[in-house]
């Protein structure tokens, strides 16, 4: 097994590809030791000293990690720790653990022809390119022109998540649904 690696905008967070699914559908994020135990995989993962956050796309796995941990020390205990996973057989997720295949909080009510709107130019034009650096944006909410998003992956914490935000996701929300006056990043 080959396992490909690539860096992200955000230097603590490093994207794997293990050349397999990783997920059929939908993302999966970790951001605990405890939120993982739904799944084989990052349970492993997070059994590596220094890693503090791990999310799941189709076809890649990224990890981060803490400021005082080094990408030289931990890059091959990942690598074995993937390998080992898919090497044992185990299922990524747990029992019927499925994640959401859109990844996007419901909104109903007056709103939701807009709401609509938003989804599908996340859906087709942002969340594939966010995809690319490893991470993954979901809607949130909308309310009064003010779109809710919560960023995961290699996206949560990156230095140029908040220029993402503003210059590229609000600019193209701006530019096609005049209802949307801002776009505010969420935790969730």
């Given amino acids: 097994m080959f396992i490909q690696t690539e860096s992200t905008p955000n230097p603590a967070t490093l ?8 997920l059929d559908a939908g993302t999966a994020d970790f951001p605990s ?6 799944s084989p995989l990052a349970a492993r993962l997070f059994g590596v000293d220094g890693v503090t956050g791990i999310f ?3 076809d ?29 057989g185990q299922p990524v997720m747990a ?3 499925a994640p959401a295949a859109s990844g996007h909080a419901d909104h109903d009510g007056p709103d939701g022809e807009i709401v609509g709107q938003i989804k599908e130019l996340l859906d087709t034009r942002v969340r594939p390119a966010v995809a690319q ?16 998003l919560h960023m995961q992956g290699a996206c949560a914490g990156c230095p140029s998540s908040t220029l993402t935000l503003k210059m590229g996701i609000e600019n193209l929300l ?3 649904i005049p209802e949307v006056t801002e776009v505010r990043p969420v935790a969730v």
Avoid: C
């Fill in 15 to 22: 994207k794997f590809l293990p050349g397999q699914t990783v």
């Fill in 33 to 38: 030791a405890v939120a993982a135990e739904k």
């Fill in 56 to 58: 799941f796309g189709n």
């Fill in 60 to 88: 890649f796995v990224t990890v981060t990690k803490s400021e005082a941990s080094e990408w030289d020390h931990l890059k091959p205990a990942l690598l074995g720790a993937i390998m080992e996973h898919y090497q044992s």
């Fill in 95 to 97: 029992g019927n653990e």
């Fill in 133 to 148: 650096d490893g991470g993954d944006i979901t809607f949130h909410g909308f309310d009064r022109g003010v779109v809710y």
């Fill in 174 to 176: 701006r530019h096609y």
